[in-house]
């Protein structure tokens, strides 16, 4: 009987050191998640700013273009 006793407290001890862990990692994913999540939407409001630029740019070059045809 004693031995059981012993197998049990091992048991419990196991659980309880792997339940420590994995709440730790679980916050650990949490924080990643966290910042996975910041940085898609600053990506995303990086692209949209590019798209923004880009259409500003080809616009003015159009501008550019008719100055010069006017001036002609």
């Given at each position: 009987?004693?031995?059981?006793y ?13 339940g420590?862990f ?16 910041r940085?898609?939407i600053?990506?995303?409001?990086n692209h949209?700013r590019?798209?923004?630029?880009e ?14 045809e006017?001036?002609?």
């Amino acid at each position: 009987m004693s031995m059981d006793y012993y197998i049990l407290i091992g048991v419990g001890a196991a659980l309880s050191v792997l339940g420590f862990f994995l709440k730790r990692m679980k916050e650990e994913i949490d924080l990643i998640k966290a910042r996975n999540a910041r940085l898609e939407i600053n990506q995303a409001r990086n692209h949209e700013r590019i798209n923004n630029l880009e259409k500003v740019v080809e616009d003015r070059r159009d501008d550019i273009k008719r100055l010069f045809e006017l001036n002609k």
